[in-house]
């Protein structure tokens, strides 16, 4: 049997040349960290993670519509709320898609969920102006269902759409009929 060392045994009368046991180290580390700033990174770390998940979800099931649309850089990431929210909240990523009038636009919304089994449900929602000043939202399931959404408006690219319009998605929709929303979503 060969033995492989891959650094010299530790000895237990440790010189003043040499570096401290790992776990002198460690200790060491652990009083330097500061609980706060981890969950500041772990908060940027999400907000990382949910933009390279809305990027993938975009090269792989909106290819021939929002993938060539959207830039990767143009998204941003949002940490999940405070301790105190709800554990269904999670990071979520935004890109703005455009206006018509410079000053209220259209928004493109990506979050991942988990159905009631734990399995992963990535969300794309759809937030458009009204034309009463406040903002209509859409889950877009697919990309066919995005299409047939887009080829109902009657409306120039990014204008507000109009409060009689329902935007329409055959498939489950939760479209926002109350506009209870009076300020622009980000």
Not at 56 to 63: D, E, P, Q, T, Y
Not at 111 to 116: C, G, I, P, S
Not at 132 to 148: K, M, N, Q, R, S
């Amino acid at each position: 049997m060969t033995v492989v060392t891959l650094r010299p045994a530790v000895r237990h009368d440790h010189a003043a040349g040499e570096p401290p046991a790992p776990i002198v180290t460690l200790h060491k580390t652990l009083a330097a960290l500061n609980p706060a700033d981890r969950h500041d990174d772990r908060g940027r770390d999400d907000a990382l993670q949910a933009i390279l998940n809305a990027h993938a979800v975009l090269a792989g099931s909106f290819r021939d519509t929002l993938d060539t649309a959207i830039q990767p850089t143009s998204w941003t990431g949002y940490p999940p709320p405070g301790s105190d929210a709800p554990r269904s909240y999670s990071a979520c990523a935004v890109t703005h898609l455009g206006s018509a009038d410079g000053m209220r636009g259209w928004w493109l919304h990506y979050t991942r969920r988990h159905d009631q089994f734990g399995d992963p449900l990535h969300n794309l929602t759809l937030i458009a102006p009204c034309a009463c000043g406040t903002y209509l939202h859409a889950d877009i399931p697919h990309e066919d269902a995005l299409i047939e959404m887009l080829n109902e408006l009657d409306t120039p690219p990014g204008a507000p759409v109009s409060c009689d319009h329902r935007l329409r998605i055959r498939t489950a929709s939760c479209a926002d009929q109350d506009h209870d929303s009076f300020e622009p979503p980000f």
